[in-house]
């Protein structure tokens, strides 16, 4: 496609489950970035990565919050053991440059609610 | 000090007039600034991004950029009831860092 695409759009899950992001950057961009937006709260940076590494993982709030990226492009970001606190919005953006220079383009976003 | 700040709003201007959005920055070393709009419930989308002191203009936008005092501002020309929405400020601080202002939240008045 010709933006970024995350799913699910929506996911509703009990405390305690793990559950799974995806996003699809654009197609080529090297630089893929996940973000969390609490409610009426600016971006939160979670995680970058250069290509399939990840050279700043020092947003990830805990040790349930991990992320990979493979054959440079798609990327899952995952949280085990859901809390309540990590209802959100997470994004991903990704960039055609992994120096920072160029901009990122957004996703829609995926709602996480954690009942 | 914040790596990137901006004033939360909600900044209020009139239908027709110029809307004047500011956001400054501590690192001295950055080198690219952007600014991104976000309407409710929706995802930031770019609308400007500026490299060198000055100003760079895209129809009604115009981003302003003065390294020396470290702010970079933008400018909306007749503002429209459609341009109400939460701007934010992004900052590349090098080392592949990129920081985002906490945003500041336009309205256009009709």
Redesign the interface.
Known sequence: GAGVSQSPSNKVTEKGKDVELRCDPISGHT?L?W?RQRLG???E?LI?F?GNSA??KSGLPSDRFSAERTGESVSTLTIQRTQQEDSAVY?CASSSE????????????TRLSIL | QKEVEQNSGPLSVPEGAIASLNCTYSDRGSQSFFWYRQYSGKSPELIMFIYSNGDKEDGRFTAQLNKASQYVSLLIRDSQPSDSATYLCAVNRGYQKVTFGIGTKLQVIP
């Open positions: 630089a970035y973000y709260q600016g971006l940076f970058y250069q050279p700043d994004l992994a120096g920072g220079s160029q901009p990122q383009h957004f996703g829609d976003g």
